[in-house]
Nanobody, 122 residues
């Protein structure tokens, strides 16, 4: 069993930045692709982005492309989501997840964190 713990969420003004972290247990992090998803109130959970197990590939949802960056440090078993130029529409609970394959579909992710709240408001 792999445990994931997100941190770094909070309240930020429009145009600001936040960096989310996803710390994982065990030594298997390096074998999994990592994805980030978010769910706003009253909306379905949506794909934010993903990074391959080695970090050589990334992909992003259209709504965050050019503003968000995913990275990972396999030595620290930790992944990151750097969020810049934040907008009120980015307000959501953000989740990190791990998948045994390169995919963007939620049902292909095996392990999930509990989520961290990001609120963008003035």
């Amino acid at each position: 069993q792999v445990e994931l713990v997100e941190s770094g969420g909070g309240l930020v003004q429009p145009g600001g930045s936040l960096r989310l972290s996803c710390a994982t247990s065990g030594r298997t992090f390096q074998f999994y692709a990592m994805g980030w998803f978010r769910q706003a109130p009253g909306k379905e959970r949506e794909f934010v982005g993903a990074i391959s197990s080695s970090g050589d590939r990334t992909a992003y949802g259209d709504s965050v492309k050019g503003r968000f960056t995913i990275s990972r440090d396999n030595a620290k078993n930790t992944g990151y989501l750097q969020m810049n130029s934040l907008k009120p529409a980015d307000t959501a609970v953000y989740y990190c997840a791990l998948s045994g394959k390169w995919d963007f579909m939620q049902h292909d992710y095996d392990y999930w964190g509990q989520g961290t709240q990001v609120t963008v408001s003035s």
